[in-house]
Structure formats: C-alpha cells, structure tokens
C-alpha cells in the first residue's frame, strides 16, 4: 500500500524558500512506473500542478512553466523521498501543497495521480 | 494552453443521477481523471483513463469520454458524495485540472 507523507514548515516570509518533503512507503523514488509531483491547490489557482520527478536510467525534472525559474525537486534514493525547493516566494505562493504519484506504466506515458499526500498548508506571510 | 471547463456546482436529490461535465478541445483524445475532494481532504482518485474505477470505489461512480465533453457520473447519490469534484488531462506534456464541481446531495 503506497502512502506519502509530507512534512515542512507552514510558514514562509516573503523573499524566503519554501521547502516540503515526501516520505514514500510502499513503493520506491527510483520505480520505473511512477513519477513523483508536486501539486499545490489555492482559492484563485485551484489545483495548480508545479512538476515531475522520475527515474528512467536517469533522473529527469519537469516543471510547469509558472514556477520553473523558482522551483527545484530533489529525489533522495537513501531515504526514498522526494522534496520542493520554491525560491523566492511571495503572497501568491499561499496555497495548500500536495505531493503525488503518478502512474506511468509505459515509455514516455502519464497517467493519474493515484497517490496524494496530506497536504502542507503553506501561508507566506512577513 | 490547454484548458477544461467544469460547472461550479451541481446539485442532485438523494438517490438520483448526479453528472459532472468536464469541457476540452478534443477531450476524446485523451485520457481523463476524476478525483473527489471533501473539504480539509486531499483529493481522492474515483476515475481513471476515462471509465476506470480503482479498487475501494463503488460502482455508482462511472465516466464517459468523447468528443469534447467527458462525464463523471454517480448514480443513486448519497448524502456522503457531497464534495467538490475534478477532471484532470495531461497536454504538452502537463498536467491540467478543471476547474472543480460542488456536488450537492439534496
């Protein structure tokens, strides 16, 4: 049974990196069938997906052209878990953050995000 | 970018059919998801790849694609499916999400 378990502060200031992480149980950061995102959700965005990280031979990163100057994901096979790194943040970046998995059974295919985790509510305030 | 049209609520009388639109350019073509969201929840997968229930979800829950509108529909509602609902595609290589559906059980 694959459970995700997030932990990180909820508080942010301005100017400052938000910085989450999730915990995987029941499946592994490396799985050849999955990919890894995070996914965050606020009243004026809904849910807004921010990236991807997975392994296929190597570790590729995609991000959602919103954040992507900003946003880091870093995989840690030692303690299997994945984590957020978003630079820079402001009032906007206020929002529910969630990590979840991604089916990808196939080459190159993305499917449902079968997995979420709790989710981080996440205030940038001074 | 590619964008999906939800309605912003539905409401359904208790034990009757309650569906949930999702709108896209060409929907049909690609593989639609359905999640359910209580309120202070993360959200739930209830469909996948269009009419897919995965294991844990009742039979009432069911989806349909084509054309340009895909549906969730939930038979026999229950004063328990009250929740906001989403569709979600992937384009150009992003996951995109409706913009959510408040489903009330009256």
């Known amino acids: 049974q694959v459970q995700l378990q997030q932990s990180g502060p909820g508080l942010v200031k301005p100017s400052q990196t938000l910085s989450l992480t999730c915990a995987i149980s029941g499946d592994s950061v490396s799985s050849s069938s999955a990919a890894w995102s995070w996914i965050r959700q606020s009243p004026s965005r809904g849910l807004e997906w921010l990236g991807r990280t997975y392994y296929r031979s190597k570790w590729y990163n995609d991000y959602a052209v919103s954040v992507k100057s900003r946003i880091t994901f870093n995989p840690d096979t030692s303690k299997n878990q994945f984590s957020l790194q978003l630079n820079s943040v402001t009032p906007e970046d206020t929002a529910v953050y969630y990590c979840?998995?991604?089916?990808?059974?196939?080459?190159?295919?993305?499917?449902?995000?079968?997995?979420w985790g709790q989710g981080t509510p996440v205030t940038v305030s001074p | 970018s590619y964008e999906l049209t939800q309605p912003v609520s539905v409401s359904v009388a208790l034990g009757q059919t309650a569906r949930i639109t999702c709108g896209g350019s060409n929907i049909g073509s690609k593989n639609v998801h359905w999640y359910q969201q209580r309120p202070g929840q993360a959200p739930v997968l209830v469909i996948y790849r269009d009419t897919n229930r995965p294991s844990g979800i009742p039979e009432r829950f069911s989806g349909s694609n084509s054309g340009n509108t895909a549906t969730l529909s939930i038979t026999r509602a229950q004063a328990g499916d009250e929740a906001d609902y989403y569709c979600?595609?992937?384009?150009?290589?992003?996951?995109?999400f409706g913009g959510g559906t408040k489903l009330t059980v009256l």
């Open positions: 979840a998995r991604v089916s990808s059974p196939y080459t190159n295919s993305w499917y449902e995000f079968d997995h």
């Open positions: 979600q595609v992937w384009d150009s290589n992003t996951a995109v």
